[in-house]
């Protein structure tokens, strides 16, 4: 059969502008969202007597064969068909006979590849919503179990203060909660239907494109079918938002492949989540978060390729528009790949408690809380902070941690000190004196876990 837009040509089309121009090889990925739609419109077709009921029985039928054999695998796409629209479209009136070009009426395929995009990037963000969910669930449930768990906290990846691993783990709970929120947020731009807009102008057929919404589930209608046939935004904000959450998923892979060098020994990652090397035998790799940290740079590269498409291009459809899909199918595939792994990845991690402890015994982390000590007992905050300097830097000398040093050696440095320096300066009691909201007290961190886990449970 010929093109379904041959009518004006006088030639057949080059092979090689028909293997440049087709995207059916990428976006063969749309055909289930290309049949709803497509079963959703003719259906508005009858309702508004635009069609028969007979014919848009008989497309109505012939479309769910179409879809039939494309699940089975049996459908046979073309290039010389374009895309996917085209490839369903020919498949069907070669079902049904010349009626299937009936499908077609008071439609373009502008508006129809708007729709599909829509309908399958809101499907994909309720699917990444419980992904995410998931990877918290993993995050506190490992956070329940290192309530008691201390470790340095870090910033410039020095020692700074001592904290919960549970509160580590609980701050990325917060940041996929973020995420979350952002493709919650995003829902409803995505949950809007171009369909209707035809090529740009709206359509001279009387149809009825909030019945149409209904059918497909849509909140909202496009405004503008300029704007519907042209939008490209809700892309573009998924691909921010996945380019976020894989920045996020990097910070954790960092913090994971550091903790599981031999120089930190903090955690130990399961046996199936890493691999080996083909000539050391000692080796265990952290490849899955090695991987993700890099494969973040594709998701940000996708982001900025839609952008770059986008930017100066004039309204309405223009063909640059369909580079929107390869880069979008990719983000999906490369950010459910990460967070499938993630969440049984971080629920097998063992912790090594003993070492974590072992590292908060053999640092200054407490030093700010002897500084505060002196500040209780009426030291300027300024003049404390010069004391205990110079207190760590003597311990530094002779090779001491705080707890080390007899009461007579803290009194070479203030009279204000005292026996009670002892208990102030013990890990638990640094943790547990930081005991404001959102802080990492015990207390405060417990209920930040009975919190996420009341959260996690209302859904
Ligand atoms: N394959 C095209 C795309 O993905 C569908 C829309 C084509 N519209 C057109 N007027 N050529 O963008």
Avoid at 322 to 337: A, H, N, P, R, Y
Wanted: with cysteine; aromatic share 8%.
């Amino acid at each position: 059969m010929s093109k379904l837009w041959g009518g004006r040509f006088t030639k057949q089309t080059d092979k090689l502008v028909e293997e440049y121009t087709a995207s059916i090889t990428f976006d063969k990925e749309l055909a289930e969202e290309d049949v709803r739609g497509s079963l959703a419109h003719v259906a508005m077709l009858g309702k508004q007597g635009i069609l028969p009921a007979e014919d848009v029985q008989t497309i109505e039928g012939g479309l769910k064969r179409v879809l039939e054999r494309i699940r089975a695998g049996e459908l046979d796409y073309s290039v010389s068909d374009e895309d996917i629209h085209m490839n369903i479209e020919k498949a069907l009136i070669e079902d049904i006979g010349p009626v299937g070009g009936k499908l077609h009426t008071g439609r373009s395929r502008n508006d129809q590849v708007a729709t599909d995009m829509h309908l399958y990037l809101r499907t994909r963000v309720v699917e990444f919503v419980g992904l995410l969910r998931g990877l918290q669930e993993a995050l506190v449930g490992q956070a329940r179990e290192n309530l008691d768990t201390i470790v340095p906290g870090y910033t410039h990846l020095q020692r700074a203060q001592p904290i919960l691993f549970a509160h580590h783990l609980m701050a990325y709970v917060s940041m996929f909660g973020r995420d979350i929120e952002r493709l919650q947020d995003s829902y409803k731009r995505i949950d809007t239907l171009p369909l209707g807009a035809g090529a740009l102008a709206g359509t001279t057929f009387p149809i009825d494109r909030h019945f149409v919404a209904e059918q497909l589930g849509f909140g909202r209608v496009y405004e503008n079918s300029l704007d519907a046939v042209s939008d490209r935004d809700f892309i573009l904000e998924f691909l921010s938002h996945a380019s976020i959450i894989m920045m996020h998923l990097s910070r954790l892979s960092e913090e994971l492949i550091l903790w599981s060098s031999t120089e930190f020994r903090f955690v130990e990652l399961d046996d199936a989540f890493c691999t080996g090397s083909s000539i050391m035998p000692q080796k265990k790799n952290p490849d899955v978060p090695e991987l993700v940290r890099g494969k973040t740079g594709r998701v940000y590269g996708n982001l900025v390729g839609l952008l770059t498409v986008l930017k100066s291009l004039p309204l309405a459809y223009n063909k640059d528009m369909q580079e929107d899909k390869e880069g979008m199918f990719d983000t999906v595939k490369t950010l459910s790949g990460a967070l499938r792994l993630f969440a049984p990845m971080i629920a097998t991690m063992k912790v090594n408690k003993g070492q974590m402890r072992e590292a908060v015994n053999k640092d200054f982390s407490n030093a700010t809380d002897i500084a505060d000590f002196l500040v209780g007992k009426g030291l300027p905050f300024r003049q404390a902070h010069e004391v205990i300097g110079k207190t760590v830097l003597y311990c530094i000398e002779n090779g001491k941690f705080l707890l080390d040093l007899s009461i007579e050696e803290f009194r070479q440095f203030s009279e204000l000190f005292d026996e009670s320096i002892y208990d102030v300066l013990q890990p638990e009691t640094v943790v547990n004196a930081r005991n404001v909201y959102g802080g990492t007290a015990r207390p405060q961190v417990e209920a930040a876990i009975g919190r996420a886990e009341a959260a996690l449970a209302e859904t």
